[in-house]
């Protein structure tokens, strides 16, 4: 990798100017030591959180279309961190590499705005920058503190890694990315079976039994394997588990705080 600074258009979303204000700011800050810059998108509006699955759902498309025409327009790729913005903005930007009706519906409704879109930015989650684009070993010749004395359960959950043909996140069976990127900041992974089973967020306003009873399986099978902590990107899953953590005593923590831990900028925290 060059010595010049990369710079990524960036989509913080909603939930990281609130309740996830540490996935955001760690990001920023590690994204500068590894060589790398998020330049937060102009005017970026809501993803909506849940990837419209109906053909004619045109206008709950149209946030991501304009956050993708920014980057487009940049010459950049488009980052996230949130697991459920990811999902939205990669499946939409997908949407318009071959679905004529989308296409033409979408983009006869932005033309006011002088936007006409087809899918030509990259789309990337944090982790596939450190993967892909920086790689672990500049990530690991950065630690300057190394988490050798921690088991680490890594939680992808459902958003990162379905629907795999689209996301193509990492195997949706069997992840390694955040196994990799625990190695990568000195700690040892814990594998576990219901790293990527659903934690039963979004059956929470149907059944509140539902996601209590998956985040204690989760939870509780991850303890059984030896961790001592789970580490996620999404927001929504994060709040689930420790919400209906009962009497277990793992914590769950954004990745990028670990990483800023690692990194030795952890102690710049600006928010409460």
């Known amino acids: 990798m060059s010595d010049q600074k990369l710079t990524y258009s960036y989509f913080p979303g909603c939930t990281l100017k609130n309740k996830a204000k540490d996935l955001d700011l760690y990001a920023r800050k590690c994204a500068e030591i590894l060589g790398f810059h998020l330049e937060e ?7 909506g ?4 699955t109906g053909k004619n759902e045109i206008a709950p498309k149209l946030p991501s279309v304009r956050a993708l025409s920014c980057a487009r327009d940049k010459g950049q790729s488009l980052v996230t961190l949130c697991s459920a913005c990811y999902n939205v903005i990669k499946q939409v930007n997908e949407d318009f590499k071959d679905d004529e009706n ?6 006869n409704y932005l033309a006011r705005d002088g936007i006409a879109y087809h899918g030509e930015t990259k789309v990337l989650h944090f982790l596939e920058v450190l993967r892909d684009e920086i790689g672990w070993e500049k990530v690991r010749a950065a630690v300057k503190n190394p988490l050798k004395d921690k088991k680490i359960g890594a939680y992808y959950g459902c958003l990162l890694l379905r629907p795999s043909k689209t996301l193509e996140f990492d195997n949706p069976e069997n992840p390694k990315i955040l196994e990799d990127f625990i190695k990568a900041i000195g700690a040892t992974p814990v594998i576990y079976a219901e790293r990527n089973e659903c934690c039963g967020a979004y059956a929470s306003f149907e059944d509140k039994t539902i996601p209590q009873k998956r985040s204690a399986a989760i939870l509780g099978n991850a303890q059984e394997l030896g961790a001592d902590l789970l580490v ?3 927001p929504l899953c994060r709040y689930n588990l420790i919400k209906n953590k009962g009497d277990s005593p ?7 705080e670990l990483l800023a831990e690692a990194l030795g900028v952890k102690e710049q925290k600006e928010v409460a």
């Open 102 to 107: 989308v296409i033409l519906k979408a983009n």
């Open 41 to 47: 998108i102009e005017e970026w509006q809501c993803c």
């Open 49 to 52: 959180g849940v990837y419209p």
């Open 250 to 256: 793992l914590d769950v923590v954004y990745f990028t």
């Open 232 to 234: 996620t990107s999404c």
